[in-house]
T-cell receptor, first 111, second 114 residues
Framework: QKEVEQNSGPLSVPEGAIASLNCTYSDRGSQSFFWYRQYSGKSPELIMFIYSNGDKEDGRFTAQLNKASQYVSLLIRDSQPSDSATYLC???????????FGAGTRLAVHP | GAGVSQTPSNKVTEKGKYVELRCDPI?????LYWYRQSLGQGPEFLIYFQGTGAADDSGLPNDRFFAVRPEGSVSTLKIQRTERGDSAVYLC????????????FGPGTRLTVL
């Protein structure tokens, strides 16, 4: 079983809709959770991080964390074509800052 | 306010050669990480430095890989006797440390071993 699981997609949503990206992880000791956006041919860009159960909002992005279910999600409201990218979920491992990444979900926002 | 920088951006080498990849972290960041990313996969952890010392090198695939950070800033990832399977994008990230674990990535070095 992979340590961090994401649906590979593609997830296709119309412009203006809400995109919902999901991630599950296996290490119950994980404390830090991150979402990175990666455009084709570019490096990952940090867009959200969450450390406590519940929701965290930043602009059009909301991260949701449920440690009991070992589940973290990212909602993108009012999706734009420029949001089309691969979204990587990352979880810290082993008590260190070492991150374990999922393989990413490809999001396509169509006009 | 420069971000993480990495050089070279691209490196093509022949099987069996030695390569060095350089990372310059964000100024003031004490923690530095190396990852590598293959096509269609998420980044895979290689090594983590806190200051000058390697706090966790559990991700280095074998003894052909080595990394240093002698002055606690710039780091070099060294790969000996390169193999075709080493071809990937090598990513460096840094974070503030001191309990702040958000990692910021550099642009990466694309290594191609022919």
């Amino acid at each position: 079983q992979k340590e961090v699981e994401q649906n590979s997609g593609p997830l296709s949503v119309p412009e203006g809709a809400i995109a919902s990206l999901n991630c599950t992880y296996s290490d119950r000791g994980s404390q830090s959770f991150f979402w990175y956006r990666q455009y084709s041919g570019k490096s990952p860009e940090l867009i959200m991080f969450i450390y406590s159960n519940g929701d965290k909002e930043d602009g059009r992005f909301t991260a949701q964390l449920n440690k009991a279910s070992q589940y973290v999600s990212l909602l993108i409201r009012d999706s734009q074509p420029s949001d089309s990218a691969t979204y990587l979920c990352a979880v810290n491992s082993g008590g260190y800052n070492k991150l374990i990444f999922g393989a990413g979900t490809r999001l396509a926002v169509h006009p | 306010g420069a971000g993480v920088s990495q050089t070279p951006s691209n490196k093509v080498t022949e099987k069996g050669k030695y390569v060095e990849l350089r990372c310059d972290p964000i100024s003031g960041h004490t923690a530095l990480y190396w990852y590598r990313q293959s096509l269609g996969q998420g980044p895979e952890f290689l090594i983590y430095f806190q200051g000058t010392g390697a706090a966790d090198d559990s991700g280095l695939p074998n003894d052909r890989f080595f990394a240093v950070r002698p002055e606690g800033s710039v780091s070099t990832l060294k790969i000996q006797r390169t193999e075709r399977g080493d071809s990937a994008v090598y990513l460096c990230a840094s974070s503030m440390g001191q309990g702040r674990s958000e990692q910021f990535f550099g642009p990466g070095t694309r290594l191609t071993v022919l």
